[in-house]
Structure formats: C-alpha cells, structure tokens
C-alpha cells in the first residue's frame, strides 16, 4: 500500500510498508523462513533463494523507502544485518583500486577500520572534520563522500545541501550516514545526497533488541550494485529481525517525539550547571551547529554529549544514575549512557559522556541526572 506524500510523520510510521488489506489477512504478515522456494522451470521472479531476497525484507524495505523519501515511488531500499554492512557495502560497492574517498575525521570510530581496510585495497582515504564543512577542503579528485552529520559522539553538522552541490560538481557521489537522525529527523536524499545509509539498531527500530541497517537510493543502477555487494558477501538480515524492525517503526514518530523532547530538557538543563563542560545538542539555539542543523532537519535527535572532570567523575556519574544503563549504542526508548573514551577509538577527553536520551518522564530523567551529577561533585 503505497503511502501518499501528504500523510504526516505519524500516519506515515504507522502504515508504511503494509501490504494492500485481505480479508482474513493479517495487516502486518509474520516473517517469513525460507532458505529456498518453489521454483520450477526457469528461475525467474522475486524469490528464488534466501540470500537473494525475502518476502518479510520487501515489506521491512517498502516502509524504510517511504519514510526517507515519501511518495517518491523510485526510490530502494536494501536492508542489511547490521549498520557496519549497509555501510560497508555502498563503500566497497562503488570503490576501486586507485580511487579516492573523503571520510569524516570524527565519524563513527568503526568506519576507521574500514577506511584501513580500503587502504589496503588501494583506495586513497582523506578525512577531515564535519564542523565546517571541513570535508569540502580534501574533497578534489573524490570519488566518493561521506558524510555523518550529526556525528558521533561529536555532534557537529556539516550543511548536507552544500557539500553535494560541492561534490557533485567535482564528480563525486555523496553518501549521508543518517543514523542519529533518523528519516523523520531529516531526509538526506531530499537534501540531494545519492545514498542515505543507518543504522536501523539505533533510533529507527528503537527497542535495543536487533542489529540491522539500511541503504536508501533513487538511482536504479547504485542500488542494484548495494543488492549485489549483500549477495557476494551475504550480509543478510534474517526474517525474524527483519519482522521486528517494521513493528518498531509503527512507533518511530512517538518515540522520535518524545526522546528529542526529553534531550532538549535535558540540555537545557545540563546548560545550566558550572560542572558540565562542552555541552552539545545541535536543537539548543546556542548551540554550535543550531543554525546548520535548523536549516535542514525537523528533529535534532535523541543524543547529548558532555564532558565531566575526569575519568573518574565520569565513571562514578555513570554508576550513580538509577534510570540510566551504562551501555553503548543509542536511540533507545531507555536512556543509556556511557564514557566514551573507554573503547579507544574517539578522539574525546576522559570525561566524555555521550548520552542517549529516552522516553522516560522527562521530570524524573532530569531529576535523576542531576541527583547523580550532586552526588559527585567535587569528586577527584
């Protein structure tokens, strides 16, 4: 049932992807487990085999293409077992020996072993940073941009609008990794990008329960190459992930709604203390990347970021929190959060937290954070 392009955030969720109703039919069809199908005589249809394509991936794909591109009926989606493999196959999909490709220096600290491993192959990685557009003054001679606005842990935002026009002048594609934001943050492919990639484990499917990514394009021939790279390697996702994550997304505007509103108080309310430093959330007006980020998104995002004393203080904040998980990964409906610097691989001070922000009572979140910034204040 394709959606019209005038339904709001929450219709759209809510029906995105459903097939066309029949009588004694479920709305949502339950996944569907099949290594191979039916296939007499001459294979031809659209499920011929299990690492090829799946009746539950289609529906999960339909309703990801009407989110990030509403009533835009030639735009594909091709879902993937986990972020790192949607991310991995729009790189390695359209690289080769002796090309070039631009990389945030402050990206997710993962795509650093894959920028390693395109060197390895021959491929000329630069980097720099997503504040300022920085990315633009390595960008000559590209093949391939890439994208991470906001970043993470970071936050910075480059201006999405600018840097295609830049890149595709110069004749390179431009790859958005949308995560932080999700579709109904903002909408990469409508800015002009080529790809908007994410990491559906995050905000899109929201519950911290499945690994699972995306890759969303107008182009027929660049899709038809992320669909061969998943094929070659097999980055899958499986059927009942695949079922999980279109349920979740019924819920996508609710939750969106609530955990941006909850990390704007939250903000807020960490501005206001003498012990937090660097603050960061692209929807706080003062905010270095406020103008940017209102110029192209509709939600700012679930995650804020903030420096304590040190390591310790850190570390003893995180464990005082009651209704706060210390762990990784964000967009949850339970807050999480964590010091960053513990896996090595940002660029952050000992004392960096990024913190997801849920969908708790935002009275008893911010009491909570404030109870436990109190109860270690001073600490060294």
């Known amino acids: 049932m394709e959606t019209p392009p005038g339904w709001g955030d929450g219709t759209l969720a809510v029906r995105a992807g459903l097939p066309e109703p029949h009588k004694h039919e479920p709305t ?104 300022g557009d920085a990315q633009l003054s390595v960008l000559d001679g590209a093949k391939l941009l890439w994208l991470e606005t906001p970043s993470n842990p970071g936050l910075d935002v480059c201006d999405i609008r600018r840097m295609v026009t830049a890149a595709h002048a110069a004749g390179a594609l431009v790859a958005v990794d949308n995560t932080l934001a999700t579709p109904l943050g903002q909408r990469p492919l409508a800015l002009g990008a080529d790809f908007s990639v994410a990491s559906d484990t995050k905000g899109m499917t929201g519950h911290g329960d499945l690994l699972l990514g995306h890759v969303t394009c107008r182009d027929a021939e660049l899709a038809a190459g992320v669909r ?116 090595g691989g940002d660029a952050v001070p000992p004392g960096f937290v990024r913190f997801s922000v849920g969908a708790e009572d935002p009275d008893d979140l911010v009491a909570d954070v404030l109870r436990a910034l109190d109860a270690t204040a001073g600490l060294r």
């Open 228 to 343: 061969r790279w998943r094929k070659i390697v097999g980055a899958i996702p499986g059927p009942m992930e695949a079922w999980l994550a279109h349920r979740s997304l019924a819920t996508l505007q609710l939750r969106a709604d609530r955990q941006c509103a909850n990390a704007l108080v939250l903000a807020r309310a960490l501005a206001a203390r003498d012990d937090v430093a660097h603050l960061r959330y692209p929807g706080l007006p003062g905010d270095p990347s406020h103008e940017v980020a209102s110029g192209q998104m509709r939600r700012f995002g679930s995650v804020v970021s903030f420096v304590l004393d040190d390591r310790q203080r850190a570390e003893r904040f995180l464990e005082t929190l009651r209704l706060v998980d210390d762990a990784t990964s964000f967009g949850g409906v339970r807050s999480t959060a964590e010091r960053r610097g513990r896996w």
């Open 28 to 131: 949502l069809p339950g996944p569907v487990f099949a290594a191979h199908f039916h296939l007499p005589g001459e294979p031809t249809g659209p499920y011929t085999y299990g690492r090829d394509e799946n009746p539950t991936w289609t529906l999960l794909e339909r309703a990801i293409g009407e989110l990030e591109a509403p009533g835009d009926g030639a735009v594909e989606t091709v879902v993937f077992a986990s972020g790192m493999a949607a991310i991995s196959s729009v790189l390695f999909s359209r690289l080769g020996a002796g090309d070039t490709v631009v990389l945030p220096a402050d990206g997710y600290q993962a795509l650093a072993l894959v920028g390693e491993q395109l060197e390895a192959y021959g491929i000329e990685v630069r980097s720099a940073p997503t504040g």
